[in-house]
């Protein structure tokens, strides 16, 4: 898949592509229904495939080019999204960008996306301008779970209050983040539970609590199950910063430095405070017993999709 970071300013383009244009800032199966929609007609058609989106998002749910390359995925344009797009009209977006420089011969948005400065773009513009220039615009329905509309909005409020379920079902696959393992205070080893600590690469994790995972390290080929703690703790200056910490089961290998995937399946609690290292470490044993039940109910499958 082609990625430009600045399509405005390359001449490197996907040409007459079939084209869509959105935030994609979490890629739930609403956002994945246009694109596999647009991959298709570009197929049949023997045109690119391109989806045109900005950055930054305005809260990134997961990075959207992992799913497009999977969903193949001709061309990712990112449109920066700085102080100058801003005061882009959409009547210039589209004559400067889709007719000029992309010439694009199809566009499928969302019925309700709006674009340009002031959100003065919207579907109708959109085709009236593609009936002038000669490209075709498709508007596409909403999808639903059990009459609800799924959108970036449903996913990133589910995944704060820990609905992980719920959340599996608006993204299509179980929810992930990304990150570095870290170099922690050692305080689980001290009293009995090494864990992992995370450095997310992602803007947007659950709320703070304590969650069944599966855990994936680079430098091993498989999933681990782990129980990870999201919380805070005090830093400088009183201000407190967000840890996650996983203890993975039955595992006793080295893996600081090393890049780890951590999929969340349910929330077993939420974050609280404990009067002794004693209660602290007896939840700890209650946390793990629940979760090697959750795995015995639903032993690990790939984890990538909805469980």
Same mark, same amino acid.
Request: hydrophobic residues 40%; contains cysteine.
């Given at each position: *898949?082609?990625?430009?970071?600045?399509?405005?300013?390359?001449?490197?383009?996907?040409?007459?592509?079939?084209?869509?244009?959105?935030?994609f800032d979490g890629m739930h199966i609403g956002h994945q229904a246009i694109v596999?929609?647009?991959?298709?007609?570009?197929?049949?058609?023997?045109?690119?495939?391109?989806?045109?989106?900005?950055?930054?998002? /305005?809260?990134?749910?997961?990075? /959207?080019?992992?799913?497009?390359?999977? *969903?193949?995925?001709?061309?990712?344009?990112?449109?920066?999204?700085?102080?100058?797009?801003?005061?882009?009209?959409?009547e210039r977006f589209i004559q400067e960008f889709l007719i000029d420089a992309l010439?694009?011969?199809?566009?499928?948005?969302?019925?309700?996306?709006?674009?340009?400065?002031?959100?003065?773009?919207?579907?109708? *513009?959109?085709?009236?301008?593609?009936?002038?220039?000669?490209?075709?615009?498709?508007?596409?329905?909403?999808?639903?779970?059990?009459?609800?509309?799924?959108? &970036? $909005?449903?996913?990133?409020?589910?995944? *704060?209050?820990?609905?992980?379920?719920?959340?599996?079902?608006?993204?299509?696959?179980?929810?992930?983040?990304?990150?570095?393992?870290?170099?922690?205070?050692?305080?689980?080893?001290?009293?009995?539970?090494?864990?992992?600590?995370?450095? /997310?690469?992602?803007?947007?994790?659950?709320?703070?609590?304590?969650?069944?995972?599966?855990?994936?390290?680079?430098?091993?080929?498989?999933?681990?199950? $782990?129980?990870?703690?999201?919380?805070?703790?005090?830093?400088?200056?009183?201000?407190?910063?967000?840890?996650?910490? &996983?203890?993975?089961?039955?595992?006793?290998?080295?893996?600081?430095?090393?890049?780890?995937?951590?999929?969340?399946?349910?929330?077993?609690?939420?974050?609280?405070?404990?009067?002794?290292?004693?209660?602290?470490?007896?939840?700890?044993?209650?946390?793990?017993?629940? &979760?090697?039940?959750?795995?015995?109910?639903?032993?690990?499958?790939?984890?990538?999709?909805? $469980?």
């Amino acid at each position: *898949m082609l990625v430009l970071t600045d399509p405005l300013r390359q001449t490197d383009l996907p040409r007459g592509c079939v084209a869509t244009i959105g935030n994609f800032d979490g890629m739930h199966i609403g956002h994945q229904a246009i694109v596999r929609g647009v991959v298709e007609r570009a197929r049949k058609a023997g045109r690119p495939s391109a989806v045109i989106t900005f950055h930054p998002h /305005p809260v990134s749910v997961v990075a /959207p080019d992992r799913v497009l390359r999977e *969903m193949d995925v001709d061309a990712l344009l990112v449109v920066p999204f700085s102080h100058e797009f801003s005061r882009w009209t959409a009547e210039r977006f589209i004559q400067e960008f889709l007719i000029d420089a992309l010439q694009v011969s199809e566009v499928r948005i969302g019925h309700d996306f709006c674009f340009g400065a002031g959100r003065e773009g919207n579907l109708a *513009m959109l085709t009236a301008a593609g009936a002038r220039a000669g490209f075709v615009v498709q508007g596409l329905d909403d999808v639903r779970i059990r009459g609800i509309r799924v959108s &970036s $909005s449903i996913v990133r409020n589910a995944i *704060m209050k820990g609905t992980m379920r719920t959340v599996a079902l608006a993204l299509g696959r179980t929810y992930f983040i990304d990150g570095r393992v870290a170099t922690g205070r050692r305080l689980g080893r001290k009293i009995g539970f090494p864990t992992v600590n995370v450095d /997310p690469a992602n803007d947007l994790f659950p709320g703070n609590g304590v969650f069944v995972t599966t855990s994936r390290f680079e430098s091993f080929n498989r999933c681990f199950e $782990s129980v990870t703690n999201i919380g805070v703790r005090p830093t400088l200056y009183e201000n407190y910063a967000t840890t996650i910490e &996983s203890h993975i089961l039955d595992f006793d290998s080295n893996v600081y430095g090393d890049t780890v995937r951590v999929y969340f399946h349910e929330l077993l609690r939420r974050e609280q405070q404990f009067r002794s290292a004693l209660e602290l470490t007896n939840q700890i044993r209650m946390d793990i017993e629940r &979760s090697r039940r959750y795995f015995l109910r639903r032993p690990i499958r790939v984890a990538d999709r909805t $469980s």
